[in-house]
């Protein structure tokens, strides 16, 4: 006989009784329309706030915001952020600098040599545990080891506390998206006999380079508005950067930055001070929103792989 | 009612009369048929090959020879363990960490399987085409100029020449000749699978292990990678591991049929294909199950 099975023959059963629609599509009705309010109001209260930092950030931009330092007198009219900005852009840079190629190779750890291995899985639990660390305590840290010891602050300080920040997330987002190359294309690298660091820059990383802009992006958005690692670290300051060393310098003393200069005119009694910190926060946002679709151009250029 | 279980053909009472679907047609001037096995020369030879996935086996003592410029097909249900035994050849399993072979399989007088085994040398030596064409993220010239950089020291006239070359064996130069700066993977799939072809011949192989390679593309393109096989086995040693036995009895010379991980029977793919001596390779032949 052939192996091919019988149908089954269906056990005795009464017939089914429909169950009525009408509670199902009431249902239906009532989590769409909750589901709507959520997401109104949601966007209600993003809107409000998006439109307060507008209304009130937009007065405070004019030539001099762009282009002033910090007033020295609160009762002045004039100044602005310029300093704070510069300061800004170069204490994250400095903490891109630091962590993106540790958290990029942290990543390609994770991911192609790791695994499942036992430190793998704990350097995974780790950075777990430090992506969920407030950041004021980053920056206390960063004081204890940096701020304290040299007798000073400095942009430094602020940078490696920023860039502590960073490197979990980079490492993370740097591991999830080398697994998403398919395994075939490892396969294909070491079956031409090319060893595993050539097969993991040359071919995975290159296969995934449009999600690793996209995570080191996501990385530095991700500090970009922190506030409280630098209260500890680059303080602020009323004047330019002059260099590297030096007490006005990155390495030597407290650099200008916009969160912390937010912080300050929002403290402040003056209204002309409270009119910079909304110029400041609207700046913050404008930047961030920049990255952000900066990041968005990217991935989509990094789907074509 | 008598329980009936489709996948255990072993278990087909005698007496009964069956319909024997026609036999697969075997093209004449395969090799297989004439030839005396024995006084071939191995260019890969198995013995008692063992295979695991963390605790679980895969392959049970598997014992074969790959005759030198021969195209030995590899059939068998899924799962049998025909892509995991073509996977060993060229220890390309390593990637997994709980993935072990114990066993022997001798090439070029050593046991591969050996931790001294130098695996880039290996791996020059078997290339591998893939189920999936995998073209690397670079342009079509760079992909089959890959494992010649990686290989040899080159000219960039010598380069071109032998990446020229190498399109041309994979029958795709035509195709391609004008798009060598474009990505790889902008070809059609067919297209990339030739590619994928290219490059692993343009490092010189000796064996090219092919893990079902038709399977993820159109019957068009599938008949020209069978061309090419037949094209390719006068310069070196094809194992090809098929799901589809039309494919096999086209191709191959000499065919290996797996079952649960081993080897059920191996023989000239004339005499497998037209009177199979065991049981459970005519009824998969005959597409009884599997």
Request: aromatic share 10%; proline share 5%.
């Amino acid at each position: 006989m052939s192996a091919v099975a019988e149908t089954p023959q269906a056990p005795p059963m009464a017939p089914m009784r429909r169950r009525s629609v009408t509670g199902r599509k009431a249902a239906d009705l009532v989590v769409k329309v909750f589901s709507w309010v959520g997401a109104l109001f949601g966007i209600a209260v993003m809107a409000f706030v998006l439109y307060e930092v507008m209304i009130r950030g937009l007065k405070a931009w004019n030539v001099a915001f762009f282009t002033q330092t910090w007033p020295l007198d609160p009762m002045s009219t004039s100044g602005g952020m310029a300093n704070a900005i510069v300061g800004t852009i170069i204490i994250t840079a400095g903490a891109a600098l630091i962590a993106i190629p540790i958290g990029f190779m942290a990543g390609v750890y994770l991911a192609e040599y790791g695994r499942n291995g036992r430190v793998a899985t704990s350097i995974r639990m780790v950075t777990n545990v430090v992506m969920g660390v407030p950041s004021i305590i980053v920056g206390v840290f960063a004081f204890a080891i940096l701020v304290k010891p040299l007798q000073h602050y400095s942009g430094f300080a602020g940078s490696v506390a920023l860039a502590f920040l960073m490197l979990p997330v980079m490492a993370r987002t740097t591991e999830d998206i080398l697994n998403l190359v398919p395994n075939e294309l490892r396969e294909s690298g070491l079956a031409m006999g090319a060893p595993r660091w050539r097969v993991t820059l040359r071919v995975i990383c290159k296969a995934a380079r449009g999600g690793l802009i996209t995570g080191a992006t996501l990385a530095v958005v991700r500090v970009a508005g922190e506030t409280a690692p630098l209260l500890f670290t680059a303080l602020s300051s009323p004047y330019w950067i002059t260099g590297l060393f030096g007490p006005g310098g990155y390495f030597g003393g407290p650099v200008a930055n916009m969160t912390k200069s937010i912080w300050d005119g929002a403290q402040s009694p003056y209204p002309h001070m409270q009119a910079l910190a909304w110029g400041g926060a609207l700046f913050i946002m404008v930047f961030i929103l920049g990255l952000n679709i900066l990041v968005r151009l990217l991935f989509q250029r990094g789907k074509e792989w | 009612m008598v329980d009936t279980k489709v996948d255990e053909p072993t278990q087909i009472q005698d007496g009964e009369a069956m319909v024997v679907p026609p036999r697969l047609e075997v093209a004449e001037d395969r090799r297989g048929a004439g030839e005396d096995f024995a006084s071939l020369a191995d260019e890969i030879t198995v013995r008692g090959l063992d295979f695991f996935y963390g605790k679980e086996q895969a392959l049970f003592g598997n014992t074969i020879e790959f005759k030198k410029n021969r195209v030995t097909a590899v059939i068998g249900p899924s799962g049998c363990g025909k892509s995991t035994h073509l996977r060993a050849l060229n220890r390309i399993f390593n990637l997994y960490r709980d993935q072990r072979a114990s066993g022997e399989i001798m090439f070029n007088g050593t046991n591969i399987l050996a931790k001294e085994t130098d695996l880039l040398e290996l791996r020059r030596r078997i290339g591998m085409i893939f189920q999936k064409p995998s073209p690397f993220p670079m342009s079509v010239f760079d992909n089959v100029a890959y494992g010649l950089r990686q290989h040899y020291r080159l000219s960039r006239s010598e380069l071109s020449m032998r990446v020229e070359h190498a399109l041309k064996r994979s029958a795709i130069w035509d195709e391609v000749k004008h798009k060598l700066n474009e990505p790889g993977n902008a070809l059609s799939g067919g297209q990339q699978q030739r590619l994928c072809i290219a490059r692993a011949i343009a490092a010189e192989p000796d064996v090219l292990l092919m893990d079902e390679p038709c399977s993820a593309i159109d019957p068009v393109a599938t008949a020209k990678i069978e061309e090419l096989i037949l094209e390719l086995k006068d310069k070196y040693t094809i194992v090809l591991v098929t799901h589809n036995m039309q494919q096999a009895a086209r191709v191959s010379d000499y065919t290996a049929f797996f079952f649960q991980g081993r080897i059920i029977e191996f023989g000239s793919t004339t005499n497998i294909f037209s009177c199979p001596t065991e049981k459970q390779t005519e009824e998969y032949i005959t597409g009884r199950f599997g």
